[in-house]
C-alpha cells in the first residue's frame, strides 16, 4: 500500500467491483463502436476463476473521496513458460498523470513474484495511446486478432450437415473431459495457448454468461471432433433489448478439418442464437486464418476492428 498526493494504492477488494464496472463503462464507452455495458455481477463470475484472487490480482488507486482512480488486473496462463496477461484502466480524466505506469509497475512485481517472466495485454487498435504507451514500457507487438460482428436480423444460412456428423449439446455433468480434450488438441498449436483444466471449465460454467445450449460438439462415428462455444452477454443499458451472442471457441481435429464440420457446428449455434432472441453475434479470429475468415464473411460476419496482442519478456 502506498500514498501519494492524496492518490492510495491499494488491494482489490470483492467491494470495489461494482465500481471497477464503472471504471470499465466509463472508459470503454468512450471509444468503442461495440461497447456494452458490463455490471459488477459480471467481473465478480468472471473473477471467480481458481487462477484469480481479488486481493493479490488486482490493484486500484483511489482519490481521497474514495473514488477509484485506475485499477490494473493481472491473470496467470497456463503457458509453458509460465506467463501472464495484464489489463491496465484509468479513469479518462486522469489519464497522462502517471497513474498507468504505478499500476502496471504493480503488476509486473506481482506478477514476477510469482515465477512470470512473460507478460502479455491486449489492445484494441483504435486506441493508438494505449498502444505508445506499452510499447514504450517494452511491449512489442506480436500478433492480431479480428474482431467480427454480424446482426441478425434473420435465420442464418442452412446447408445440410455432412450425413456422418452428429450435432449435439455437450453434458457438462460427464463430459468436461471430453471439453478438455477437444479444446486442447484443437488449440495446442496456437500461439501463447493457455491450456485448460477441468477445473479452469469448472469455473467457466458457474459464470453468469455462460449457456449450456450454446455449447454444441460434432461427432463422427461416435467420436467427439470438433466444437462451438457461445456465450450471453446481456447489456445493463440496452434500448433495444438485443442480447450479444459471443462465440468463445469454434474448432475441429485437425484430422478432420476441411469436411464442413466447422460450419456446420457455426450454423448450429447461430441458428439456436436466433430462435432464442439474440440480435447480435460476435466472434475474433487470428488475423492469419484466412479460411476461418471466409467462411465467417460468408455468412454475413463483418470486421469493425482489431484486438493487437503484445509481449515483453524480463
Given at each position: 500500500?502506498?500514498?501519494?498526493?492524496?492518490?492510495?494504492?491499494?488491494?482489490?477488494?470483492?467491494?470495489?467491483?461494482?465500481?471497477?464496472?464503472?471504471?470499465?463503462?466509463?472508459?470503454?464507452?468512450?471509444?468503442?463502436?461495440?461497447?456494452?455495458?458490463?455490471?459488477?455481477?459480471?467481473?465478480?463470475?468472471?473473477?471467480?476463476?481458481?487462477?484469480?484472487?481479488?486481493?493479490?490480482?488486482?490493484?486500484?488507486?483511489?482519490?481521497?473521496?474514495?473514488?477509484?482512480?485506475?485499477?490494473?488486473?493481472?491473470?496467470?496462463?497456463?503457458?509453458?513458460?509460465?506467463?501472464?496477461?495484464?489489463?491496465v484502466q484509468v479513469r479518462p480524466n486522469y489519464q497522462?498523470?502517471?497513474?498507468?505506469?504505478?499500476?502496471?509497475?504493480?503488476?509486473?512485481?506481482?506478477?514476477?513474484?510469482?515465477?512470470?517472466?512473460?507478460?502479455?495485454?491486449?489492445?484494441?487498435?483504435?486506441?493508438?495511446?494505449?498502444?505508445?504507451?506499452?510499447?514504450?514500457?517494452?511491449?512489442?507487438?506480436?500478433?492480431?486478432?479480428?474482431?467480427?460482428?454480424?446482426?441478425?436480423?434473420?435465420?442464418?444460412?442452412?446447408?445440410?450437415?455432412?450425413?456422418?456428423?452428429?450435432?449435439?449439446?455437450?453434458?457438462?455433468?460427464?463430459?468436461?473431459?471430453?471439453?478438455?480434450?477437444?479444446?486442447?488438441?484443437?488449440?495446442?498449436?496456437?500461439?501463447?495457448?493457455?491450456?485448460?483444466?477441468?477445473?479452469?471449465?469448472?469455473?467457466?460454467?458457474?459464470?453468469?454468461?455462460?449457456?449450456?445450449?450454446?455449447?454444441?460438439?460434432?461427432?463422427?462415428?461416435?467420436?467427439?471432433?470438433?466444437?462451438?462455444?457461445?456465450?450471453?452477454?446481456?447489456?445493463?443499458?440496452?434500448?433495444?433489448?438485443?442480447?450479444?451472442?459471443?462465440?468463445?471457441?469454434?474448432?475441429?481435429?485437425?484430422?478432420?478439418?476441411?469436411?464442413?464440420?466447422?460450419?456446420?457446428?457455426?450454423?448450429?449455434?447461430?441458428?439456436?442464437?436466433?430462435?432464442?432472441?439474440?440480435?447480435?453475434?460476435?466472434?475474433?479470429?487470428?488475423?492469419?486464418?484466412?479460411?476461418?475468415?471466409?467462411?465467417?464473411?460468408?455468412?454475413?460476419?463483418?470486421?469493425?476492428?482489431?484486438?493487437?496482442?503484445?509481449?515483453?519478456?524480463?
Amino acid at each position: 500500500m502506498c500514498a501519494s498526493d492524496s492518490f492510495l494504492l491499494e488491494p482489490g477488494t470483492k467491494a470495489m467491483l461494482d465500481d471497477y464496472a464503472a471504471l470499465y463503462n466509463a472508459i470503454d464507452s468512450l471509444d468503442n463502436p461495440d461497447h456494452v455495458e458490463l455490471t459488477g455481477e459480471y467481473f465478480r463470475s468472471s473473477f471467480s476463476y481458481p487462477s484469480v484472487e481479488i486481493g493479490r490480482d488486482i490493484v486500484q488507486i483511489q482519490d481521497s473521496e474514495g473514488g477509484l482512480v485506475a485499477a490494473g488486473t493481472i491473470f496467470s496462463q497456463n503457458t509453458s513458460p509460465p506467463s501472464s496477461r495484464v489489463m491496465v484502466q484509468v479513469r479518462p480524466n486522469y489519464q497522462k498523470r502517471g497513474f498507468g505506469s504505478i499500476v502496471l509497475n504493480h503488476l509486473f512485481q506481482t506478477g514476477r513474484k510469482n515465477g512470470a517472466r512473460i507478460f502479455v495485454c491486449r489492445i484494441p487498435s483504435f486506441r493508438p495511446d494505449a498502444i505508445m504507451f506499452a510499447e514504450r514500457k517494452g511491449f512489442k507487438h506480436e500478433y492480431s486478432w479480428i474482431k467480427m460482428r454480424l446482426e441478425c436480423n434473420k435465420p442464418p444460412k442452412s446447408p445440410v450437415p455432412p450425413q456422418e456428423l452428429i450435432l449435439r449439446n455437450l453434458d457438462i455433468g460427464r463430459e468436461l473431459k471430453t471439453w478438455v480434450h477437444l479444446q486442447n488438441a484443437i488449440y495446442r498449436d496456437n500461439f501463447d495457448y493457455n491450456r485448460t483444466t477441468v477445473d479452469s471449465l469448472k469455473a467457466q460454467i458457474k459464470h453468469q454468461s455462460f449457456d449450456p445450449n450454446l455449447l454444441v460438439i460434432g461427432e463422427v462415428n461416435g467420436k467427439p471432433v470438433g466444437l462451438c462455444t457461445g456465450w450471453s452477454i446481456t447489456p445493463r443499458n440496452n434500448e433495444q433489448k438485443k442480447s450479444v451472442l459471443q462465440i468463445h471457441g469454434l474448432g475441429v481435429l485437425p484430422e478432420y478439418r476441411r469436411n464442413g464440420y466447422g460450419q456446420s457446428l457455426l450454423l448450429e449455434v447461430l441458428n439456436r442464437a436466433y430462435i432464442d432472441g439474440y440480435g447480435i453475434s460476435e466472434l475474433v479470429v487470428n488475423s492469419t486464418n484466412q479460411a476461418a475468415i471466409s467462411m465467417y464473411m460468408k455468412y454475413g460476419f463483418q470486421e469493425r476492428y482489431r484486438h493487437l496482442w503484445y509481449k515483453r519478456i524480463f
